[in-house]
């Protein structure tokens, strides 16, 4: 570890007890959802007060230890006695929730419909059923769109968000303000034209003669009744869109940019921090997760593996002599001298990847207060104390 | 045995990180270099196929990169573009621009519009023949099946027009399996491994393309068999390491524990690979690549990955 990072921490670990929202991004399978659980458990058990983990998708046996079994957006708390199963103690209360994207869309319909007529035609629209379903990015705008509306109930006093894996990491940065685009643009409006005036409109003509022959007049029928319905929204998606736009930008909210050391997830990554930096938000920590263990590194230690390697015969030979006789399995010195090739090559193997992952640390261009390193875990983090470990390495 | 390269068509997914890119340049380039004509289409753009080839970016315009591949990056706008080019007549010709703007916020707003475009541009290029084998780097696993699905989904909700008319061939295509593969990239961890079953599944139920094959990427090597790790596990005791490091001369407890670690990743990766290979259709092949570890990632690792799939597919 460096040597600077004494300094670093107290700040780092003041964001667990001073943010309201803490956001978890960065490129698929760096470990985003596990590091969201453990800033969780960790302000959980250090700081105490109401802390909310919002995940997206949790490994299966992850989401069981905390408690998460069914589906849909309840949130549960993580009881005491699986605090006191980990060795551990809460100060305050861990809740978590799973993100149920349908139902966070069918929620926001009923919030933001002028009347129940209205909404029951929205939700019964086969547009919508697909478009909440699948299609539109749906799940980045809901995601952000959930936080609001817990934060602004104002339940937890901190709520650590889990961001679903997007095609880039800034999708769900984006999606509020995609979102109120869509609904104030020229094109919505061409589209819930009534049909008389489309073809009349020096504008809209070509589009709709075009559009007809592609999609067939009763589609685009569909599309544009959908979208008047939609259009009682309007004022209620805008205003929303934009306040999640803000809340994000706000103080109160810091991010934690997780990545690998590996190259293409690093540059990813180091983007998203700069990006980050550039639209004002308030970058908390760049977490280095699995990072190989330092013993790797040594010169020391390659010099032996080098040896190891190149008298591989001659030292199996007078391993065998000197020790065999003690220990049976040592008896054969051709099967001593190939497992000393083979853990020698097997070092030097993880060596190259240490060192060109301690250069790609060096290298990267994100002040260096804000990085933190986590190590490998030989084993899979799946419960509370595993959690909790890996929290320790972030902020202790 | 394997008839993988045999296909048309092949969408390669998997969840972030795993190594879509990797395998399906590696594919690509393996095609190509057994004689293929091969389209290697990165759909999520991020440059990274750029980097694997050591080729300048890719661009929606495809460009060949090395001997009979071809690299392109898939684009909707330029994708709408060229369809519109490709399916109206001349009235409309110099009005494509703004036309194919509107159409980019039409996809937007229906459902599978955008998906059918992309879907669509592939199918083209493979019955028009313009290449033997099409490789995509498909979007992560999530978003696949909305992708697949996306000719279905239209089909049930467009009644007539063009569109229509076209996913009737796209279908056609993408449910032949002799002509259509998903290719499911994970590596032997719980989440990759339990997000590929799932992903089976779901390709079955809510899509009509067969998944080709599994690709298990980042297998870490098997160091020694059952004897061999009782030498090792001698050699970690006191007396014994305390006499190796006194013949090698330097530190070599680094060295141990190095392998220590290779042994327990083998360990607890394998408990998810078995999981893989209950779940999974027998009938559909598991294949396997090893960890590379390499100073760096780009056209020498391309090739290594092309010749371990290649070994795997019995070539
Ligand atoms: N420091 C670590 N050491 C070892 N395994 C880890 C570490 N961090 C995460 N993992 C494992 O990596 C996998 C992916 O992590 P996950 O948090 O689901 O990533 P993401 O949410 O970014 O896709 C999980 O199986 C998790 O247990
Ligand atoms: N077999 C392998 N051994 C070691 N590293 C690998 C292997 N395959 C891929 N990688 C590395 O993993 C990272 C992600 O690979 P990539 O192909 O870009 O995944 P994806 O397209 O699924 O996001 C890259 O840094 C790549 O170099
Ligand atoms: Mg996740
Ligand atoms: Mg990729």
């Not at chain 1, 003041?14 to 302000?43: H, N, Y």
């Not at chain 1, 379903?133 to 809901?142: E, K, M």
């Not at chain 1, 690998?260 to 180091?270: D, H, I, N």
């Not at chain 2, 190095?258 to 294949?287: F, K, M, Q």
Request: with cysteine; aromatic share 6%; charged share 25%.
């Amino acid at each position: 570890m460096a040597p600077t990072e004494a300094s670093e921490r107290p700040s780092l670990e003041r964001l667990l007890a001073t943010r309201e929202i803490m956001v978890a991004c960065g490129p698929g399978g760096v470990g985003k959802t596990t590091t969201a659980a453990a800033a969780g458990v960790m302000a959980a058990v250090k700081h105490g007060g109401k802390v909310l983990v919002l995940t997206v998708d949790p490994a299966r046996r992850l989401a069981t230890a905390l408690g998460l079994t069914g589906i849909g957006n309840k949130e549960h708390r993580v009881p005491d006695e699986a605090f006191a199963e980990a060795g551990l103690k809460s100060r305050g209360e861990l809740w978590v929730a799973m993100l149920d994207t349908k139902q966070s869309w069918d929620d926001l319909i009923a919030r933001h419909a002028p009347d129940e007529a209205t909404r029951d035609e929205i939700l019964a629209n086969p547009l919508y059923q697909n478009i909440s379903g699948r299609f539109i990015q749906s799940h980045d705008y809901i995601a952000m769109e959930r936080l609001y509306e817990i934060h602004s109930e104002g339940r937890y006093d901190l709520i650590v968000v889990d961001t679903p894996p997007t095609r880039n990491a800034l999708d769900f940065l984006d999606a509020p303000e995609r979102m109120a685009d869509f609904f104030s643009s020229r094109l919505l409006r061409w589209l819930i034209m009534p049909y008389r005036s489309r073809l009349v409109n020096v504008a809209t003509k070509p589009f709709y003669q075009i559009a007809d022959r592609i999609l067939g007049t009763e589609f685009l029928g569909d599309i544009s009744e959908f979208f008047i319905l939609f259009q009682t929204m309007y004022d209620g998606f805008v205003e929303r869109s934009r306040a999640v736009g803000r809340l994000l930008a706000d103080r109160r909210t810091t991010f934690l940019v997780v990545s690998t050391l590996e190259s293409v997830p690093l540059r990813e990554a180091e983007f998203f921090a700069q990006e980050l930096t550039s639209r004002h938000l308030h970058l908390g920590a760049m977490v280095m997760n699995k990072v190989l263990p330092e013993y790797l590194r040594g010169s020391e230690a390659a010099d032996a593996a080098h040896t190891m390697a190149e008298q591989a015969g001659e030292l199996g030979g007078l391993l065998s002599e000197r020790m065999g006789p003690a220990h049976e399995p040592l008896r054969d010195s051709a099967q001593v001298t190939r497992v000393l090739k083979e853990i020698s090559a097997s070092f030097l193997n993880f060596q190259t990847v240490a060192l060109r992952e301690a250069e790609e640390r060096d290298e990267l261009s994100v002040a260096p207060e804000v990085m933190v390193s986590v190590p490998f875990f030989d084993t899979e983090i799946h419960d509370l104390g595993g959690l909790y470990r890996l929290g320790e390495q972030i902020w202790e | 045995m394997n008839d993988l390269l045999d296909k048309k068509l092949l969408f390669v997914t998997g969840k972030g990180g795993v190594g879509k890119t990797s395998v399906a340049t590696s594919l690509a380039f393996l095609a190509a270099s057994r004689g293929q004509r091969v389209l290697l289409c990165e759909v999520d753009g991020k440059g990274d196929v750029a980097g694997l080839l050591e080729s300048p970016p890719t661009a929606f315009k495809e460009r060949e990169v090395s001997p009979g591949l071809f690299a392109m990056t898939m684009d909707t706008e330029e994708a709408m573009k060229e369809y519109l080019r490709l399916n109206l007549r001349v009235p409309f010709a110099g009005r494509i621009g703004p036309v194919a703007k509107a159409f980019d916020f039409l996809a937007s707003a229906a459902p599978g519009v955008r998906e059918i475009l992309v879907v669509g541009k592939l199918c083209y290029e493979v019955r028009e023949a313009h290449y033997d084998l099409v490789v995509v780097d498909a979007t992560a696993s999530g978003h696949i099946v909305g992708l697949l699905a996306a000719p279905q989904a239209v089909n049930s909700l467009v009644k007539v027009g063009l569109i229509r008319n076209q996913t009737d061939w796209m279908l056609e295509m993408l449910t032949d399996p002799a002509q259509t593969g998903l290719v499911a990239v994970c590596t032997p961890e719980e989440m990759p491994v339990t997000e590929t079953i799932e992903l089976a599944g779901r390709v079955r139920n809510e899509t009509t393309v067969n998944l080709a094959s599994v690709v298990v990427n980042r297998v870490l090597p098997e160091l020694f068999g059952t004897q061999e790790e009782e030498v090792f596990e001698t050699l970690t005791r006191p007396d014994v390491a305390a006499e190796l490091e006194l013949l090698v001369g330097s530190d070599t407890a680094p060295v141990l524990e190095a392998a220590r670690l290779a042994v327990t990743l083998r360990r607890t990766r394998s408990v998810h690979l078995d999981r893989l290979r209950e779940a999974i259709d027998p009938s559909v092949p598991l294949l396997y690549l090893p960890y590379l570890f390499t100073r760096s990632h780009g056209l020498r690792t391309t090739r290594q990955t092309a010749t371990s799939l290649g070994e795997e597919l019995g070539y």
